[in-house]
């Protein structure tokens, strides 16, 4: 005979609770405060996050390196819940890096950068530096695939950026430049300016198959479908150098963005942020050639980086035309500014303090400081995320580790006061009172000529 008991109030009761557990839905980071900084335990092996994507607040990817040497590309992901290691590359023998990436879809996304090929770096002998070839990875919602890639002549080059234009064809560029016509990737001439240079691009922003820029040292080109055109001259830098170009942002065809950073003369020591803007005509300079006052662009942007090191503006996001944000590196902190459609502003969290950055965020980092932010990203209507490196000292010299942080909208809250403490007792205000001059005593005058004269010992009179 089988008996059943009845569930009572205590069992339905823990059931509902089960019940309510798993239709939890996963915790996203609040927009304007969020409540996570992904700053994995140095033992995990992340090196700096170069890129961040994805195509929702639950979804999101970044990619960078590991510390240890040799470098595997790191692919990091966050599923709503939590962050975690998804892939570290190990099917390619030598170091290798990954740089930016783009998510398409939650299953296409793609992620490029480079491996060495060649010539192997031994320390002990003078060697040119190993050859590098582009790597360019995919993500079909499984798994991670490495591309093939067939680059003309030696094989060797590097991947920088990737863009994708609304259609969904895909931009790379670096020292080689690539497009991906929806089956293959196809290898393009790479664009030379009027004087034959660059001939490596930092970043690319593709709107179309006809309609492309890319910027690299002293040169912005765009591609109208058959050609590549430098851009008119845009105001550089003070220097006979040419300004370092890393970033590019297209809004429309007379909306245009450009970021990087220029040396002052006299030497590589002083750097400064530069921020220029296309109207469809001309170049308008944000920053001050003099590195005093630029209005509308913020001190922090004019005045240099005078004593703190290299300087840089590293990747846009645009959400809207007056909803823009630049994230770079100031002097290895975290730099934040924001344009909304009438000046850049810095006061966006963080700003380079770190105090206030994790005052305001109510998290603190388990070890490290903040150091350089190299992309941002838009995802959904409210919140901006952003992925870089934080520093640690180890053997004199300085690592980074990566980490990732969602930016504040608004501005950080102020510093906290200095504490005033009441006076302990009431200070005597009186003046001095005069004393009387001490009394003087009078020196007989020695005589001239030889001879000994015996000198009577002063007197004072007493106080």
């Not at 200070?427 to 005058?445: C, V």
Request: aromatic share 10%.
């Amino acid at each position: 005979m089988t008996s059943s008991r009845a569930i009572g109030p205590v069992g339905i009761l823990i059931l509902l609770l089960l019940l309510a557990l798993l239709l939890v839905p996963p915790t996203t980071w609040p927009a304007g405060i969020p409540n996570a900084i992904w700053a994995p335990d140095p033992k995990e092996d992340v090196g700096p996050l170069y890129g961040i994507a994805g195509v929702d607040p639950n979804d999101v990817w970044a990619v960078g390196r590991t510390v240890s040497e040799p470098h595997k590309a790191v692919i990091a992901h966050w599923d709503g819940r939590q962050w975690s290691v998804a892939e570290r590359l190990s099917v390619i023998p030598r170091n290798h890096v990954l740089k930016d990436i783009v998510a398409l879809a939650k299953d296409d996304v793609w992620a490029v950068g480079s491996y060495e090929s060649g010539l192997e770096w031994t320390g002990d002998s003078v060697l040119p530096p190993p050859a590098r070839t582009p790597l360019i990875v995919h993500w079909d919602g499984t798994s991670w695939e490495v591309i093939p890639v067939r680059i003309a002549g030696d094989g060797h080059g590097q991947l920088e950026a990737i863009s994708a234009t609304k259609d969904g064809h895909l931009w790379a560029v670096g020292s080689v430049l690539l497009r991906w016509d929806g089956s293959s990737w196809e290898e393009m001439a790479m664009p030379r300016g009027k004087d034959g240079y660059p001939n490596f691009y930092q970043d690319i922003a593709a709107v179309s198959d006809s309609n492309a820029w890319v910027v690299g040292f002293g040169a912005i080109m765009h591609w109208d479908g058959t050609t590549w055109e430098q851009t008119p001259d845009a105001p550089g830098s003070p220097s006979s150098m040419p300004p370092r170009l890393q970033a590019i942002e297209v809004i429309s065809d007379n909306d245009v963005w450009v970021a990087g950073q220029f040396q002052y003369p006299g030497g590589y020591a002083r750097t400064s942020f530069l921020v220029l803007h296309w109207d469809g005509a001309n170049w308008e300079s944000f920053t001050s050639q003099s590195g005093l006052d630029a209005s509308p662009m913020p001190d922090l942007l004019t005045t240099g980086c005078y004593g703190l090191g290299f300087c840089s503006l590293w990747n846009f996001a645009a959400r809207s035309p007056n909803d823009i944000w630049l994230v770079g590196d100031a002097g290895w902190y975290p730099l934040v500014a924001h344009w909304d459609g009438t000046q850049w502003q810095t006061d966006q969290c963080p700003v380079g303090d770190p105090d206030r950055l994790y005052e305001a965020t109510g998290d603190k980092m388990p070890s490290g400081d903040p150091g350089p932010l190299y992309d941002v990203a838009i995802l959904g209507p409210s919140q901006v995320w952003a992925a870089g490196s934080r520093t640690f000292t180890e053997d004199q010299r300085r690592v980074e580790y990566g980490y990732v942080h969602s930016v504040l909208h608004g501005p950080c809250p102020p510093p906290k006061p200095t504490p005033t403490y009441p006076p302990t007792a009431t200070l005597d205000t009186r003046p001095w009172p005069t004393l009387p001059p001490p009394e003087q005593t009078a020196y007989p005058t020695v005589p001239a000529g030889p001879g000994t004269m015996v000198l009577p010992i002063p007197t004072f009179a007493a106080p």
